[in-house]
């Protein structure tokens, strides 16, 4: 029994400033068997992330652009139909229109308006004497769908 109250205390061969009691803290694997811990080039991380915002935000921009324009042809289209609408129901026609029905609107030389049945290909001889502005349908809320123009109605 001598021999063990004889025995020197446990003096640990590793510097106490390389070691911790709770590894699980450490910014990087203790053992051999840990996971394989690298750090990261910041620059290349904000660069990644920059570029993945431009991207992005380059996409949302180009889907409002697109909305944008179908909003305004939607807009010339109405404006266009107001127009037709006026200039029909200011033009002298013959006959009472129906409801989804073709029509054709022409100008005479004295610049009043004629809405006729006869498209311009059927006129002969004595269509010369009017300009044909539009092919037109006249919708059920009364205002008219424009099936084909001429520029004269971009100049009304």
Same mark, same amino acid.
């Given at each position: 029994?001598?021999?063990?109250?004889?025995?020197?205390?446990?003096?640990?061969?590793?510097?106490?400033?390389?070691?911790?009691?709770?590894?699980?803290?450490?910014?990087?694997?203790?053992?051999?068997?840990?996971?394989?811990?690298?750090?990261?080039?910041?620059?290349?991380?904000?660069?990644?992330?920059?570029?993945?915002?431009?991207?992005?935000?380059?996409?949302? #921009?180009? /889907?409002?652009?697109?909305?944008?324009? +179908? !909003?305004?042809?939607? *807009?010339?289209?109405?404006?266009? $139909?107001?127009?037709?609408?006026?200039?029909?129901?200011?033009?002298?026609?013959?006959?009472?229109?129906?409801?989804?029905?073709?029509?054709? #609107?022409? /100008?005479?030389?004295?610049?009043?308006? +004629? !809405?006729?049945?006869? *498209?311009?290909?059927?006129?002969? $001889?004595?269509?010369?004497?009017?300009?044909?502005?539009?092919?037109?349908?006249?919708?059920?809320?009364?205002?008219?769908?424009?099936?084909?123009?001429?520029?004269?109605?971009?100049?009304?």
């Amino acid at each position: 029994m001598k021999e063990e109250s004889k025995k020197e205390p446990f003096i640990n061969p590793i510097d106490p400033d390389k070691i911790t009691e709770n590894p699980h803290n450490l910014p990087y694997g203790h053992n051999v068997g840990s996971a394989v811990v690298k750090p990261e080039d910041q620059g290349k991380l904000k660069g990644r992330a920059l570029n993945a915002m431009e991207h992005q935000t380059d996409m949302q #921009l180009d /889907q409002i652009y697109q909305q944008m324009n +179908l !909003l305004a042809q939607q *807009a010339k289209g109405l404006k266009d $139909r107001k127009v037709i609408s006026e200039k029909i129901y200011g033009a002298e026609m013959r006959f009472e229109p129906l409801i989804n029905h073709t029509y054709h #609107l022409y /100008q005479r030389e004295n610049k009043t308006f +004629l !809405l006729s049945l006869i *498209a311009p290909d059927q006129w002969g $001889r004595s269509g010369d004497k009017f300009n044909f502005v539009a092919t037109v349908k006249l919708l059920a809320d009364h205002t008219w769908d424009i099936i084909e123009k001429s520029d004269i109605l971009d100049d009304l």
